[in-house]
């Protein structure tokens, strides 16, 4: 695989089996150790059967675990700083987390998606962006940008509105979500209101199986660490979302100066 580790579609994520992605998931959480382990602890450690191993790695694009642990090893001899070797074990584990959330990301991308979604914010009359908690600070620094850009667009947190304004757009309209996972009540009964009267929609999220992600047209997913610092409260971090945020915006700039 030329463009790194992991590279995989959101319908190949989604065509995964459960233990496909439990295993998908488990390496992600393993990284440092995947190289090292061979196929059989790898299956006693994951719970899943070797052929479910080898299943994985074909639709990751490799030829099987060894070639997967072969580029593996190359991944992380290149992205090693020797910086790293004197901090403290604990911050260097946060540092880490952000660097898988945002090259994981990066790696997941669909470029496809990334230009239908382009295509679909050029087209827009005018853009609904609909928001929850700390998601919707990307919401207004994306309702800032696209403003700038000369598009109308405006922005909702606020869960009655968002409720009552996604039953009023129109077909010329697009509705854009934000939502870490998904599962948002209100994000997800607007999203089944546009998809009723055929409205497009791109929802930014780092769950494809969330009920949000059915109901959308257009999905971008990012990656999303199960540690947090942070347990006991919902403020995990949307740093996956940014990056997919910024990314789509950067690209519509670049599709769209010289039209």
Known sequence: MKDGVFQMTSDTYQALSDSERHLLEYI?????MISTQSIVKLSENANVSTATIVRL?????????????????????LGHTPLMDDIDSQIKQAVLKNEREVLDTIKMLDIGLIEDAIQKINNAEKIY???????EMIGTEMTIKLQLLGKNCEMHSDPNIIRGKSKTLSNHDLGL????????EELVEAAANLKVQTISSITLTTRIDSRLAKMSEIVLVGFKGEQSFFPDYEVRSRLPLQVLSRIMLDSYVIRTAHA
């Open 28 to 32: 992600y959480q393993h990284l440092d």
């Open 57 to 77: 790695m074909k639709k990751l694009g490799y030829d099987g675990y060894t070639s997967f642990k072969y580029a593996l090893r190359e991944s992380h001899q």
């Open 129 to 135: 962006i609909f928001a929850r908690g700390l998601s």
């Open 177 to 184: 979500f934000v939502s870490l996972n998904g599962e948002t």
